[in-house]
């Protein structure tokens, strides 16, 4: 998640920000942490490689519920190696494991209850089965609150096969839930890279299934069909994707000629830059720290790179953004480099969405105890391979957090091998808004007439952006006044919308 802005920091701390910045459509809405554990866990290599995080793993108050119904000898096992099916007997799926299932529908249960627009989406046009027919693919964290999106789409009429978009993410528990429920998904938390690529291929499972469209969060799911089944395109519908690199890597494809269908951009709509990105992010990344590692924040200094709807702590930045640090200074922060500030900083915490943003000569220049980690959806912010090398040691300390040792003894903490670690791999947060926009912009490609969208990237209508926004006001007990004729006449607007143009952000 490029582009982020400020989260709070309790009295006392201090922070810095390092900034490395980085078609209107005519949707139908249907109407409608520091401590040192005595125990040492796994010791990391020292050469990089996937492994089974099953062994260093311990049950943490995040990942109590991937323990319920297991069993330690089945946890030994690779996924892949296990024969599970489902009540009804069904196998055309792979999880950690299936008898997890009960626990995971309550986890989808309590999600749905936080998830009013899908809830109402689900029954004001379940009737009518909008995407009857349609086949999804998809390629998303896969959580309690995914999953409320998925059933969505299977109760709307779309069959789903589903692989997650991180090898941390995914709810054990939730993944068993949607297969028992005849959801074809492929993923399970602590997947190896190798894992991962096979997840996604057989979600795609050409020989079997076409394909009608794509739901993808990083572009993974895309790159790996563009590259390896690029004949499966002719019948897409088109791509809806939700992340900023996603759609960096659409872009990408688009300026080289090599975009061949129609794709939504769910992650610029306003809706969710301005409520999801900024609350949910900037609340779950205190709460990963406090999580993982157990921290005090009164105190400590803190470093964000990057500055926008997502990024992090007030008080200290550093950017090449003339009108981001114009802001950043206007909202009392302080603009400086990361070369500056790392000796002296406790807290690293990378937003941008950029590659080599924290690198070997930063880490080496680390004060002993100081914690990195990665708010965006890429792990290549920070360049893990550097310390992948003979004179470092790592040490696995408890779920998700890592000691690199260097020689001397300077330790550097490193959280959810710098995947995502905010919202998703230290703790789980609600992510409500894309959801509704990403079964909306499905529901449009799937029904618009041949020739209405061409092989470009559209974004959402503001129409759509406060359809979704209004869907969720009833949980705030929120009520807005209704314009006149006059005032609407006055403002130029229609008295029902939409009250911004198409080009606000």
């Not at 069993?71 to 792979?94: H, I, N, R, W, Y």
């Not at 998830?115 to 004001?124: G, Y």
């Not at 429920?181 to 993923?187: G, H, K, T, Y």
């Not at 470009?456 to 006001?473: C, N, R, T």
């Amino acid at each position: 998640m490029a582009g982020f802005t400020s989260v709070s920091v309790p009295q006392g701390s201090c922070g810095y920000i390092v900034d490395h910045h980085q078609q209107q459509v005519n949707v139908c809405a249907w109407q409608i942490q520091l401590n040192d554990e005595k125990q040492e866990f796994n010791k990391r290599p020292t050469k990089a490689g996937p492994r089974s995080l099953s062994h260093s793993i311990s049950q943490s108050s995040t990942e109590s519920f991937t323990s319920v119904g297991s069993e330690s000898s089945e946890d030994d096992l690779s996924p892949q190696d296990k024969l599970q099916s489902t009540s009804k007997g069904l196998s055309d799926f792979c999880v950690k494991n299936i008898k997890q299932a009960a626990f995971g529908r309550k986890e989808i249960e309590i999600a749905q209850q936080e998830m009013p627009a899908l809830m109402i989406l689900r029954k004001r046009a379940g009737g009518e089965k909008p995407l009857a027919g349609a086949k999804v693919v998809g390629c998303t964290h896969i959580t309690a609150q995914t999953a409320v999106l998925i059933e969505t789409l299977a109760a709307l009429g779309a069959q789903c096969r589903w692989a997650a978009c991180n090898i941390f993410s995914t709810q054990n528990a939730v993944a068993a839930a949607l297969a028992e429920a005849e959801i074809s998904v492929f993923a399970w938390k602590g997947e190896s890279e190798e894992d991962f690529w096979w997840c996604i291929d057989r979600c795609i499972d050409p020989d079997n299934w076409q394909p009608d469209l794509i739901l993808d969060d990083g572009g993974d799911l895309t790159h790996l069909m563009c590259k390896k089944y690029p004949h499966l395109f002719k019948n897409i519908r088109g791509i809806v994707e939700e992340s900023v690199t996603g759609i960096y890597r659409l872009y990408q494809l688009s300026k080289t000629g090599k975009l061949c269908v129609p794709a939504m951009n769910v992650n610029d709509s306003v809706t969710k830059q301005k409520f999801d990105n900024l609350y949910c992010c900037k609340e779950s990344i205190l709460d990963g720290l406090k999580r993982t590692t157990d921290v005090m924040f009164g105190g400590k200094q803190v470093v964000v790179c990057g500055y926008g709807e997502v990024s992090g702590t007030k008080e200290h930045n550093d950017s090449f953004n003339p009108i981001r640090s114009r802001s950043l200074s206007m909202d009392g922060l302080r603009v400086t480099t990361l070369s500056k500030v790392v000796r002296q900083v406790d807290i690293i915490i990378s937003c941008t969405g950029n590659k080599n943003v924290i690198t070997r000569e930063h880490f080496n220049r680390m004060k002993n105890g100081c914690i990195v980690c990665n708010m965006g959806h890429s792990n290549t912010e920070i360049d893990l391979s550097s310390l992948r090398t003979a004179e470092l040691k790592w040490q696995r300390v408890r779920p998700h957090v890592d000691h690199v040792i260097w020689p001397e003894g300077k330790r550097v903490v490193l959280l959810a091998e710098i995947f995502i670690s905010d919202t998703l791999v230290c703790v789980y947060v609600l992510l409500i808004f894309p959801d509704m926009f990403q079964a909306l912009a499905l529901i449009e490609l799937y029904n618009a007439p041949q020739g209405r969208y061409q092989k470009d990237i559209y974004l959402l209508p503001k129409k759509m952006d406060e359809y979704v926004a209004s869907l969720h006001l009833p949980m705030f007990e929120a009520h807005l006044t209704e314009l006149t004729d006059d005032q609407a006449s006055y403002l130029g607007i229609s008295k029902h919308g939409p009250f911004k143009p198409n080009y606000y952000r």
